[in-house]
């Protein structure tokens, strides 16, 4: 589990412009960001650097509380969004607090492609998708509804594939896994039907449109 950022990293992102997300900071401060996946640098001059859905999803969190002498800060997420692919361990969570971290890491999501598209497009994935493609599809589904698959509960699951720029989606049902197709092509992804030749199990193949 990554370790939790420094109380100065902390302070550049909660000094991070409300709209838009700009960070200000050492060369140093911003290199850790960007490593820890809290932040990208543009890549268009002047190479600004902004918050991702999860430095998003971080500030909003609030300032962390500051533990006593010799308290060791316990072990939790430190209120970064994570998606939920499906098929983990512990049940997905539920109810308006969940929902509310989705819509927001959603929403970051796309002033995320706003700002790195070219075109300022937020109709299609941007690069930190193509490098995250699991995260960004799950987040996709989450976002539009869908449940994810739990111990106890069906759902969907993403998983990456061999394939370059494309995971698999499986549902319990034709229903559900045409469901997640629509939502994921409103998304901006490209998604057609399959059949796993040894299994014949069903699956969605979703690649991020580029145009």
Known sequence: MARPP??????????????????????????????????????????????????????????????????????????????????????????????????????????LRRMTNRDGATDRPCDWERTHLVQAAALALEADGHRPAGPDADGYRVRATPQPEAVAVYAADGAALRACAVTLERAGWQAGEHTEPRTRARYVLASPRRA
């Open 6 to 111: 420094t109380a100065a990293q902390r302070r550049v992102i909660e000094a991070a412009d409300p709209v838009t997300g700009r960070l200000k900071g050492t060369e140093a401060q911003l290199a850790a960001l960007v490593k820890r996946g809290l932040a990208f640098r543009h890549p268009r001059p002047p190479h600004d650097h902004f918050l991702t859905p999860a430095g998003r999803r971080l500030r909003e969190a609030g300032p962390a509380p500051s533990p006593g002498p010799a308290v060791q800060a316990p072990a939790a997420d430190g209120g970064v969004f994570a998606a939920r692919a499906g098929g983990e361990e512990t049940p997905a969570k539920t109810g308006p607090a969940r929902r509310r971290e989705v819509h927001s890491a959603w929403q970051g999501l796309l002033e």
